[in-house]
């Protein structure tokens, strides 16, 4: 069963800074690629970054590109979100989730195409 682990959240002032983790099994971390998406209330889970299992690949939203940047630890089988520049339209909860049927890409964008997502953690930005 596939089963990823978000951490990282928390309450930061607009322009900082987070970095989030989403750590999975040796087995998953290896076979797939992974992506983030995020989800404010009342509004549909959102796209906002991917990257390959080898790491040579990543994809942005537009609305995060520049500003945000996904990497992963083969050491610590954690994927990486590094979040700058926050703003408050940021805010929301962040998920992680494996893409297993396309881990050498092309990198997926819709939630559909992932599986084993984990709880997720609560980003908040003020402004």
């Known amino acids: 069963q596939v089963q990823l682990v978000e951490s990282g959240g928390g309450l930061v002032q607009a322009g900082g800074s987070l970095r989030l983790s989403c750590a999975a099994s040796?087995?998953?971390?290896?076979?797939?690629?992974v992506g983030w998406f995020r989800q404010a209330p009342g509004k549909e889970r959102q796209f906002a970054a991917a990257?390959?299992?080898?790491?040579?690949?990543?994809y942005y939203a537009d609305s995060v590109a520049g500003r945000f940047t996904i990497s992963r630890d083969y050491a610590k089988n954690t994927v990486y979100l590094q979040m700058n520049s926050l703003k408050p339209e940021d805010t929301a909860v962040y998920y992680c989730?494996?893409?297993?049927?396309?881990?050498?890409?092309?990198?997926?964008?819709?939630?559909?195409?992932?599986?084993?997502w984990g709880q997720g953690t609560q980003v908040t930005v003020s402004s």
């Open positions: 989730a494996a893409d297993r049927l396309h881990p050498y890409g092309p990198l997926q964008t819709t939630h559909t195409a992932y599986d084993g």
């Open positions: 990257i390959t299992w080898s790491g040579d690949n990543t």
């Open positions: 040796a087995r998953t971390f290896r076979t797939a690629a």
